[in-house]
């Protein structure tokens, strides 16, 4: 634990192959918009996911917060790139935050200082924002069998998942960023931004063939038996 400081595993140098990819569990939790997030005070997070290639951040305390800026802090040693590879995906890349409470104490704590983390980011984030409670069993909750299949070993150290569009885990990181894995994050959220804006494009060409009107075909002349009216 001292010397990996808590480090589950050391991430991929390339992306997890497409047909071998995990699905990413739908968590269910709150998020810091003001308007709420319904009559039972949450929301899926699949909706937010679907769609978009998604950087992942799930942290549950200081410790793992700093944790995770390492791969995505946009200070200097950790990963200022990825603030201006988000702005340049045309809307195709988003950042989405986990926050884990593991008892009551810290699900409280959270709910007291929800000012304070809407101060800490700009007000398009606070609906990618979730909280979301640790569960012994089956229903709204992260469970442990669902943290266990998708490497969340550890709920005190944080990770990092990469999603495709389709919620795919491609990448993954934990703990304090190693060296390189900051840079095989980003040439693994490039790849999947292109891919996707290439996905895009042909969509739209499809779209564009599909809504321009057939021509008609021309009647077809009947054969004239005098071969000069033929000719005519």
């Known amino acids: 634990m001292d010397h990996y400081k808590g ?5 991929n140098e390339r ?8 699905w990413f ?20 997070m699949v909706h937010v996911l679907r769609g978009k290639v998604s950087v992942v951040g799930i942290q549950s305390g200081i410790w793992a917060e700093e944790q995770v800026a390492t791969f995505l802090g946009g200070k200097e040693g950790e990963n200022p790139a990825l603030k201006g ?7 195709l890349l988003q ?4 926050n884990v409470q593991s008892d009551w104490v810290r699900s409280l704590l959270v709910r007291l200082f929800k000012g304070r983390l809407r101060k800490s980011m700009p007000e398009e984030h606070w609906g990618r924002y979730f909280m979301v409670k640790l569960a012994r069993d089956v229903g709204r909750g992260l469970t442990e069998d669902v943290r266990d299949a998708m490497g969340f070993l550890n709920s005190q150290v944080g990770y990092v998942y990469l999603l495709d569009t389709e ?25 999947l931004v ?36 033929a000719i005519a």
């Open 85 to 91: 590879i988000i702005e340049s995906s045309g809307g």
């Open 95 to 98: 950042r989405v935050d986990v």
């Open 15 to 22: 992306l997890f192959k497409r047909e071998k990819a995990l």
């Open 25 to 44: 569990p739908n968590m269910w939790g709150g998020t810091l918009r003001k308007e709420g997030d319904g009559v039972d005070g949450g929301r899926d």
């Open 167 to 191: 919620c795919r885990i491609r990448w993954a990181g934990s703990g304090h960023a190693w060296k390189g894995e900051v840079e095989w994050l980003n040439m693994g959220i490039k790849r």
């Open 194 to 229: 292109e891919e996707a804006k290439e996905r895009k494009r042909v969509e739209g060409r499809s779209k564009t063939l599909a809504s321009v009107p057939k021509e008609p075909r021309p009647k077809e002349r009947k054969l004239e038996k005098d071969p000069e009216r």
């Open 7 to 11: 480090k589950s595993f050391v991430s």
